[in-house]
């Protein structure tokens, strides 16, 4: 159901590569991506400070709390977060986000504009520098992904490229405790990502499940070193509905499950608007910005307990 994609066939064998990549997000919407440009190294540094920082006492992980700003960056306590609006369910989760990395003196934060406040930073030595060179290596691999989009899509290979100068991507360090076996209780609530493509790293402890259009819930399985990417609900309407963005959900794990997801999103002033050559419009345009905080209010938007 979830096929394994090899990167390096982009180059070498790119006539059978786009085949799969087609098929892969008009059917599930998720692949695998194996042979990819994300360092083992890096990788595992970033999951080495997740620990460090998920291990904080809470005073410390309070102190950057995610409802402290309007940028959606720092801590998401367990309960702070919803992904099934359809349900009263929260999710059991904590989370630490982190944005496009600007300085305070930099005049669009000073201005307020959408989405360009400052990241939150933990006193945890070699912290920030290890999540900025992620964040610069997992958002270059997502615009080359978009150049794989571009060729599949029969567009000029950088057609993407300029959407993703100085993103919303986001940088997202999740935390799930074992689950206690209580009625109705989630990792993650069922739910589509919000942007272009998701590139999801785990530590390989399951609870991930996909449900794809007209079949039911399915286990995602972990192939060590790759990627597991999804086309989000942005994508979907820039690509007119050609490209799938699939429900899932994550089901409380037996163990701890720590996973590190990078949400690829365009520039807030990226007008996502029908791709040409994708038929009659099913969607207005709309800023990008705009779209994103219409998914993300409700998202922490409290909800009444059924």
């Not at 986000?97 to 070699?126: C, H, M, S, T, Y």
């Not at 490209?243 to 794990?253: F, Q």
């Amino acid at each position: 159901m979830i096929p394994v994609l090899d990167w390096s066939r982009f180059e070498s064998d790119r006539a059978e590569f786009l085949s799969d990549l087609g098929q892969a997000v008009r059917g599930p919407g998720f692949f695998l991506l194996q042979n990819h440009t994300v360092s083992s190294d890096l990788r595992a540094k970033v999951f080495d400070m997740a620990e460090a920082f998920f291990s904080q006492p809470l005073a410390e992980k309070q102190a950057l709390s995610i409802l402290n700003t309007p940028h959606y960056r720092g801590w998401a306590a367990e309960g702070d977060e919803s992904l099934d609006d359809s349900s009263a369910q929260v999710d059991r989760k904590e989370s630490f986000n982190i944005g496009f990395d600007l300085a305070p003196e930099d005049p669009r934060v000073k201005r307020g504009d959408a989405f360009r406040g400052v990241n939150v930073w933990p006193q945890i030595d070699g912290f920030r520098e290890v999540m900025l060179a992620y964040y610069d290596a997992a958002l270059a691999l997502g615009v080359d992904i978009h150049r794989a989009f571009a060729a599949d899509l029969g567009l000029e290979a950088e057609h993407f490229t300029p959407a993703f100068a100085d993103p919303m991507a986001a940088l997202r360090l999740l935390h799930y405790p074992p689950g206690t076996g209580a009625e109705n209780e989630i990792g993650a609530g069922a739910h589509t990502d919000y942007g272009a493509i998701t590139l999801l790293m785990t530590d390989g402890e399951g609870g991930l499940q996909v449900k794809p259009r007209g079949g039911d819930w399915v286990d995602v399985p972990h192939v060590p070193d790759a990627y597991v990417v999804n086309i989000g609900d942005c994508l979907m309407r820039w690509t007119n509905d050609i490209y799938v963005s699939t429900p899932h959900r994550v089901l409380p794990p037996k163990r701890q499950r720590r996973s590190v997801a990078f949400f690829v999103e365009a520039h807030p002033d990226a007008v996502v608007a029908a791709l040409p050559g994708t038929g009659e419009p099913k969607y207005p345009p709309v800023r990008a910005a705009d779209y994103l905080r219409s998914r993300l209010d409700a998202t922490y938007a409290p909800k009444e307990a059924s």
